[in-house]
């Protein structure tokens, strides 16, 4: 029990896997997604939703009757498949332009760029500004969009990164002994460089999966969504909603609910803050662990 | 050497914000396609170089004929308007920045003191409790809190939501400073972690100087490197925050005007022109961009200033 961060973010995450892929199915949970309309209370009363917290509303209900805690369950899939596909994106771009760039000057310097470039500016502010763009706007593939979108924008950061992992551990002894002992530059990076940089690399991606999540929390107040779609409005124009269940939809009100039906923004910001500390939880209790394996924990003299 | 690393930056400055402005100016044209009876189908876009390039000219001979970026209303300037939101988010950026920073260094060496004495828990621990929820949890707790201590009278009238209130400012400060002092916390307690043992360490205390004075003469200083180094990423941890608080509390800043002329549209026309307010957008990206280059070129004087190790090399 010495790593309790690694136990305790294990089983957060077995939680999560559980809701992600049982949720629908739990007894509690209303997978139709029912509007409720007036609810009467015992008393006689009536109330008119959104619905406060209370028998059968464990979280209270939205502005059209629908159970919060059950939009959460049933939001998580969404939600955690967009962050997930973000972060692959991400690395799948970031890894071979990271180790290019070990190698080859030209590809240092593009990843360089492409770091400085966007570390000019917030990424919320380049999200915003690509999503207005009419080819990604009216695109019936937006979310793919999106999704493209925010993973290159710290792709950049990401492949910083990991290359000055990969330069600090070209200074160390030990890889003179592999060059000594007549390593081709393959065995050496299978066989030295490798070995090193995985554990590394396993802890940035939980990370990241933490950041994304974030940000896209912080896109949902600024209502910037990954998916959206058009309907007809009674004037001709088109209203663009969003039908996705992820979490960050659910801020849509925020400024306006937070006086009045404050379990709506609170219960979704929730929901999204026990997520990113568990995965931040997790990667700490990886990093530990790591260090316990391999000996490299500094020890507090 | 910091001469150099400052005209480096400069040059990246002046690069970025090009790069921007070729962005912003990305044509924004939409021909829609319709069915029976103007109903929308779907609509695509077209690019071509000439209509960038011709984006751009409009630009420079807008400024041309108007001496600047045009007027918002009744004689106010946009550059004016721009320059007046632009400042007052800027009265809670950089305090809550210097909040965040010194504080946080504050909190990283008492972290580092207490680490094996009692009240541990209050050290790294929570340090990295308060690094691992996002700080708009805290944001909207905070606010929830103060509303409710209000109602339960615990807590005097406190104005959360506005533009002009004294009190938003101060929390607003307060909002943004979160992330950057527990940030520099963790960082001031590894780096001062990894100087220990060193060799001028022992060398201080062996002249008998007190423990106190090594710790903030010697250690603090080298360590301020490493923290100096993260400035930029507080600085545009900062501003990406702004959009967030100024819009929650209702602040009036250039954040949030910026996101009002970059923003989507909640409704359109099929015919609707998608252009957005490409001037405002080109006034604020310069501005928000000069704040991160600003804080690189002061994190290189700083640096400069502090170790003379960085001004030789």
Partial sequence: MKNWKLWISSLFLLVLLIVVFAGPSLPFVDNQLKQHGVIKTETGSFILPPIPPR????????????????????????????????????????????????????????????????SFMPPIFFVTFFVTLPLIFFSKERGLWVILVIAMLETGRVAEIILQNLKETKKRPYIEAGIVAGGTPLRLFKNYYMPVVIPHLIILIVNDIGRVLFLLAQLGVVHVYVTHTFITNQWGAY??????????????????????????????????????????????GLQKFFENKYRTYRADL | MILRNIFHQTLLWLITIILFLTLLFLPRTAAYETGAGGMYKSATSSYTV?????????????????????TVYNGVSLSENIWRTFQKSMLITIPALFLGFFLGIAKGVFDYRIRNRRGKLFGVNTTRFFLSIPDLFLIIALQLLIME??????????????????????????????????????????SIRDEQGMDYIRTA????????????RHVLKNCFV???????????????????????????????????????????????????????????????????????????????LVSPLERKE
């Fill in chain 2, 149 to 190: 201590g209000f109602e339960a009278g615990l807590l005097p009238h406190i104005v959360v939501y506005g533009s002009d209130q004294p009190s938003v400012v101060i929390l607003d400060i307060i909002f943004l400073a979160i992330y950057p002092l527990f940030y520099i916390a963790n960082i001031t307690f590894f």
């Fill in chain 1, 239 to 284: 209203e663009v909603v969003n039908t996705s269940l992820a979490w960050p939809t659910m801020f849509e009100k925020i400024t306006a609910d937070i006086f009045s039906y404050q379990w709506i923004p609170f219960s979704v910001i929730g929901a999204i803050a026990v997520t990113i500390y568990t995965f931040n939880l997790f990667a700490d």
């Fill in chain 2, 205 to 216: 205390f062996s002249k008998g100087t007190s423990s106190f004075k090594v710790l903030y």
């Fill in chain 2, 226 to 304: 490493k923290i100096l180094s993260h400035t930029n990423t507080i600085t545009l941890y900062a501003l990406s925050n702004l959009f967030i608080v100024e819009f929650l509390t209702n602040y009036r800043g250039a954040a949030y005007f910026f996101y009002e002329t970059v923003t989507s549209p909640k409704a359109f026309m099929v015919g609707q022109d998608f252009s957005i307010a490409v001037y405002p957008a080109a006034g604020y990206v310069i501005l928000f961009t000069a704040v991160i280059y600003l804080a690189k070129v002061l994190s290189e004087i700083a640096r400069g």
């Fill in chain 2, 50 to 70: 000439g209509d960038h390039v011709n984006q751009f000219k409009e630009f420079f001979q807008y400024i041309k004929e108007n001496k600047g970026l045009g």
């Fill in chain 1, 55 to 118: 028998e059968g509303f464990p979280l209270g209900s939205n502005h059209k009757g629908v159970d919060v805690l059950s939009l959460i369950i049933m939001g998580a899939k969404e939600t955690l498949t967009i962050v997930i596909l973000v972060v692959v994106i991400r690395y799948v771009l970031a890894i071979p332009l990271a180790i290019g760039g070990f190698y080859s000057k030209l590809l240092e310097k593009i990843l360089q760029g492409w770091q400085q470039l966007f």
